[in-house]
């Protein structure tokens, strides 16, 4: 991809959330790490970061499936919104 989409994202008040499995082969963990390290060198708050362990790019690990738990965070971040904007950004 041409386009860091870093700058983008630390410039966003919105709620992001990023599910991703430990050993996704589409997606390594470390950006997601990184990602993560880089809103808090920048002071910023509103990035959850989940990782499942063992979990593939699916959030599936031995047989168990963890969308629904990374869902039921989703479900968490918007009830726990300011009330009138409720917008999240879903990163996978």
């Known amino acids: 991809m041409d386009i860091n989409p870093l700058a983008y994202y630390l410039k966003l008040n919105i709620p992001i959330i990023v599910g991703i499995g430990a050993e996704d082969k589409s ?8 990602l993560e390290a880089m809103f808090k060198e920048a002071g910023k708050h509103n990035l959850t970061l989940k990782v499942f362990p063992s979990a593939d790019h699916r959030l599936e690990a031995n047989g168990v499936n963890h969308r629904r738990e990374f869902l039921g965070e989703v479900s968490r971040l918007l009830k726990k919104g300011n009330g009138a904007d409720k917008t999240v950004l879903l990163v996978n």
């Open 27 to 34: 997606v390594p963990v470390e950006s997601a790490l990184f």
